[in-house]
């Protein structure tokens, strides 16, 4: 069984950064396509970034490239997305998700294993 955790949410200001961690369990992350998603109040869940098992390729939203970098450490077994120039756009409960290959990496419905998200709040 995969365990995920997130950690590392907050309430920020508009301009400031946060590091987002996700700790895995169970199940070297070096298995898996990681991702990160997020939903905002009245929303769908959106694909924000995905990093491939062998943490050679990374995909991103069109709305984050430049601000945000999905990264993992093997020996932690964790994967983080540092988020810069927050915008009030980008608060939304962040979720760390998995799966098996990187085939429809954006596709939510397809990943395997979901942390319980944390929540990011950029004020304005």
């Known amino acids: 069984q995969v365990q995920l955790v997130e950690s590392g949410g907050g309430l920020v200001q508009f301009g400031d950064s946060l590091r987002l961690s996700c700790a895995a369990s169970?199940?070297?992350?070096?298995?898996?396509?990681m991702g990160w998603f997020r939903q905002a109040p009245g929303k769908e869940r959106e694909f924000v970034a995905a990093?491939?098992?062998?943490?050679?390729?990374?995909y991103y939203t069109d709305s984050v490239k430049g601000r945000f970098t999905i990264s993992t450490d093997n020996a932690q077994n964790a994967v983080y997305l540092q988020m810069n120039s927050l915008k009030p756009e980008d608060t939304a409960v962040y979720y760390c998700a998995a799966k098996f290959g990187t085939f429809r990496y954006s596709d939510s419905r397809v990943y395997n294993y979901w942390g319980q998200g944390t929540q990011v709040t950029v004020s304005s």
């Open positions: 169970g199940r070297p992350i070096n298995t898996f396509t």
């Open positions: 990093i491939s098992a062998s943490g050679g390729t990374s």
